[in-house]
């Protein structure tokens, strides 16, 4: 307060001054100068002291009392409950139906909620959960190798790099048993062996097989289990679906979410919608990168719309790159494609062991088969002994990226390492790799072109999936009252890191078992909310906000396109903002995508009208969303001063190359709160207390 | 190594449901064979883009022929000349240097065009709507490993449920019959322990369905399977209608 006295005391001398200086034009001149800077100094203290305030609001996340394994107990115990007559009086919006999003609808309705669920594609089966290959995690120890459900709690939040909730993991590793029983009396098959029982195999980051899988199809299969069930609702009528549907707001009436504003991407109408309550599970926002294995309608519009009204962004820094996808080919590449980490089972990864060998192999005067096993490198093997082929993929990625960037790389960019399968051929026959991976080998030979039964896959690391996302509470609320975020869209139980097989785990786990429980707190208490006018001054302001917003795109009428600035956009996230960052580059991309912004806003072309389809547009305010949160990005990275999980700061490792935590300054989860449009965010903290378990440097060698 | 060719598109443009559509011709130059066909589709979007014409309208998500959304009818094929993929992992290694490529949407009764390439397949869902589900509701469900289900049938209805309702079984029938998707659900949950007690009402209530929509009769062509992406074998329908006629008979 001292300081605004003075700067008040210094502005009366200036203005003294300036009615002083009657004639002489220089003096007029320095007084204007320094009532601009007084003026712009006394901004910031406003701004200062008002962040403080909002700094100072303590994120409360509500974790339950009492022991670690009771917690989630002690909840369903003691939470509210919403009687059937009063179910069917209430409203919920659920946007996207992916794992988390069908699962959710499906479960509500069948519940008795009154279920509106919308998704962007023409069928909620087409969501890109679809496309998660390798399996799904789940404690059930079926294998006898020693897993329980603390041990499946532990290794998440270990592969999480110690940045992940303790009460939430555990919670997680608590229902995800009850997935599994699911999806099988849904029908899903999974493999199986020949006594009828269920099969397993193991994924990167642990050391038992708990890992479920219907060949490397399970995404599609548990999809289309939750899809089933949701597909069951909608045909009784407790569930209506608008597929062709793009969310484009939130509406908040008196501090609660009670709507949505929707884009028929058919008709380009723009509508309103009411709930009592909002839950989105739109997925991650990887294709930031524009270059990533997310689907190519993949957004973060949903995330952003929620940040907008109040909802706190988290960790947006952690994103995952994976390991294995098929290198980038070409200037006209449109995506990437994942090979699944289920094939480092079987799968040994090497580059040459001498620069000679990969510079041959790159102009192609060598093959891979030609190189004998004492001039391979099997790096992982080599630097991780206990884990091997199978470490996290945080660890695998930079692990291949060191080799490359070392000059070992193949492929002709030198931007790709060897996935050998010529071992487990050779033990198990070729058959068996068959029966395990042949839709992998043939989506690889498919697209390039070679056969992986007879030389080796070349692979690199891409953008998969975004760990951070929206702020939830324990009961996956966000900071809006009555919005709910669930699976990836939102950040809560994969820290800095995701490890393989756990996205299928929470996508399920919210939608199934978690939120169905917490939303009811909350509505508990909105049994007498009667239904609203989508009439209200609210709807009708946050209409009038996207046709705003819709109009502003069109009559830009530039001369680059959406998928040129996209790219622009992607190359400086994957340069600066990728696997590896520091200070320097986070502040030019910072830079950088300022630009990007202004060239957007200026010089974007969308042809064709806005009533009407129009997939260039939904691709523009996709883009303008995408912006955005590339910065965010940017932003967080930069303000972590550490490196953890997925996000690693070169200025930040140990002698030998690994991550190095810093957990007395970084144990908190970063929540970015919005400030308003061209305002600088304001960064709170949620402090991470471990009470049970013990962090330490994650050690995957011995 | 990289090699690229010259070709020309012959491609069905139409504004709306109700409009009147026809062939547009476009020439491509320089398409990098390592490109993907539906890359090839972005590359001419952009070029009409640039020319300040409206791109052309298609349905695609995934790129990894999975999500069962995009379609195209390639040169009188569904999803293009090559075998068991969809058009997104069509390359255009599989074309030649100066070729013309017509590029269709799907055409059946039941799958009516909302814009250019893009179809309503709404049909699809609602057949699914109709029983093809197993009616349990979250949570209460046996252990997993309750019931031992034999390897070969987890197999066979692995299969069965590789289907990723593209809807190019339909539109590839001469009938337009959509017997082969229906059939890929009844006889995954036929197989399946978890699907025997609603098995005689989902057959009859999926296949009415399937009537009530506009899709056509079986008259066991094959073309379905034939075009299948996923290979989605024919046997499925032979059980499908073993699944009809006893459940009529118990009736």
Redesign the interface.
Known sequence: MAKKENIVETAKEIKDIIVDAVTDQETVEAAKIIKDATKEALGKVVDTIQQASVSSTRIDAKIPEGPLAQKWSNYKDHQKLVNPSNKRRLDIIVVGTGLAGA?AA??LA?LGFNVLNFCI????????S??AQGGINAA?N?QNDGDSVYRLFYDTIKGGDYRAREANVYRLAEVSN?I????????V??????????DNRSFGGAQVSRTFY??G?T???LL?GA???L??Q??KGAVK?F?RHEMLDVVVIDGRARGIIARNL?TGKIERYFAHAVVVGSGGYGNTFFLSTN???SNGSAAMQMYRKGAYFANPAYAQIHPTCIPV??E????L??MSESLRNDGRIWTPKKKEDAEAIRV?KLKPTDLKEEDRDYYLERRYPAFGNLVPRDVASRAAKERCDAGYGVG?TGLAVYLDFSDAINRLGENVVRARYGNLF??YE??V?ENPYKTPMMIYPAIHYTMGGIWVDYELQTSVKGLFCIGEANFSDHGANRLGASALMQGLADG??VL?YTIQNYLADQIQVPRMSTELPEFAEAEKAVEDKVKKIMSIQGKC?V??IHRELGLIMWDFVGMGRNKAGLEKALAKIKEVRKEFWSNV?V??KAD??N??LEKAIRLADFIEIGELMARDALNREESCGGHFREEYQTPDGEALRNDDKFSYAACWKYMGEGQEPCMLKEYLEYEFVKRQQRNYKA | ??KTINITLKVWRQA?PKEKGSFETYALKNI?T???F???M??LN?QL??E????I?F???????????CSLYINGHPHGP?G??TTC???M?KFKDGETITVEPWRSAAFPV??DL?V???A??QI????????????G?????AI????PK??E??DA??C??CGACAAACKNGSAMLFVAAKVS??AL?P??QVERAARAKAMVAKMDELGFGNCTNTGACAAECPKNVSISHIARLNREFLSAKFKD
Not at chain 2, 148 to 151: A, D, S, V
């Open positions: 699962s499906a479960s069948e594609q023409d069928s909620p089966r087409r969501a890109h679809i496309a059930k079926y009850n599994i029983d699911q999806c099988v009396a849904q029908g098959p999974f493999a199986r062996e020949y006594g009828g029982l269920l219907a060949k199809q995404g599609q299969q289309l899809y089933s069930a597909s069951r909608i045909g679906l597929p058919t689907a190519m309608a080919h070409g006209f590449q449109s995506k494609t994942l192609g002709t043939q989506m498919k697209i072109d199934y078992f169905p396109s998928d040129s072309y042809p064709g009407g389809l997939v260039e | 190594m990289e709306g990098s390592d490109s993907s539906l890359e090839m972005d590359i952009e883009i640039s300040r014409k409206e791109p309208v349905d695609h998500d995934c790129r990894e022929g999975i999500c069962g959304m090559d068991e993929i992992q069509l390359h290694r909302i814009k893009m309503n397949r709404g699809y869902d699914i709507q109709a029983g093809g589900f197993v009616s349990v509701n979250t949570g469900v046996p252990d997993g490993n031992p289900i034999p390897k987890a197999d209805a692995m449920a590789s990723i309702g995954q949950l399946l978890q699907g």
